[in-house]
Each structure stands twice: as C-alpha cells, then as structure tokens.
C-alpha cells in the first residue's frame, strides 16, 4: 500500500512527511500537525494501521485548527 505524501483537508493541501522517530519537527511524539505549514509529520517505521491512526488523528487536528 502507498502511503499518501499529499492529501487535501477543507481544500487545504498538507504534506504529508515520515521522518525518523527522533526528528525534532516530532517534539517527542509519534506524529504532529503543524497547520501553519499546512504539514503532518508522521514517525517512520511504525506498524502500518498504527500509522493509519496516527494519520486519522492527525487529520482531525488539521480539521480542528482551520474551523477554529
């Protein structure tokens, strides 16, 4: 399966990134939404449907972040 590198969230388009485990960009977490950037860094190498949540949960704080 191809993990998505771009996806559109409320016509916004975010980059998706997978950076190793210990990248700063990741402040100590698995996964984070910078909306700002209009980026989600996820940590690389990760099971694949525990990436997927992290993907999901990510998504909904881009969601959070544009609706205010």
């Not at 960009?25 to 860094?41: F, H, K, M, S, T």
């Not at 190498?45 to 993907?55: F, I």
Request: net charge negative; proline share 7%; charged share 30%.
């Amino acid at each position: 399966m191809k993990r998505p590198e771009r996806i559109k969230i409320l016509g916004k388009p975010y980059k998706v990134e997978y950076v190793s485990p210990q990248d700063a960009r990741l402040e100590g977490n698995n996964a984070l939404c910078v909306p700002d950037e209009q980026r989600i860094y996820i940590a690389d190498g990760l099971p694949l449907e525990t990436e997927q949540d992290y993907l999901w949960h990510e998504i909904k704080h881009a969601v959070e972040g544009s609706m205010g």
